[in-house]
Nanobody, 119 residues
Framework: QVHLVESGGGLVQPGGSLRLSCVAS????????MGWYRQAPGKQRELVAA???????NYADSVKGRFTISRDNAKNTVYLQMNSLKPEDTAVYYC?????????????WGQGTQVTVSS
């Protein structure tokens, strides 16, 4: 089992910045990919950003140029730096991890952290 704990959410004004953290219970070097998803009320959960073990990244079009995902293997932590925040970024943000084992592909989720962008 991989446990993921998010932190760093909160209330921020439009144009502001916030950094989310996700701490994994195992070495993230052993995890194929980690990412951030978000879900707003009435909307489908969507991928925000992801990073693989080789540090390849991808982002949702809506956040490109504003958000940056990074990982610190020594701290078993993945970060999401969010800049130039907009009200439409308001959502619960979830950390995700994908791991491949002999038994197949396994997917893990954190409990989520609320991000609210409002003046």
């Amino acid at each position: 089992q991989v446990h993921l704990v998010e932190s760093g959410g909160g209330l921020v004004q439009p144009g502001g910045s916030l950094r989310l953290s996700c701490v994994a219970s195992v070495s993230i070097a052993s995890i194929y990919g980690m990412g951030w998803y978000r879900q707003a009320p009435g909307k489908q959960r969507e991928l925000v950003a992801a990073v693989t073990s080789d540090r390849s990244t991808n982002y949702a079009d809506s956040v490109k140029g504003r958000f940056t995902i990074s990982r610190d293997n020594a701290k078993n932590t993945v970060y999401l730096q969010m800049n130039s925040l907009k009200p439409e970024d308001t959502a619960v943000y979830y950390c995700n991890a994908v791991r491949f084992l002999v038994g197949g592909k396994f997917n893990y989720w954190g409990q989520g952290t609320q991000v609210t962008v409002s003046s």
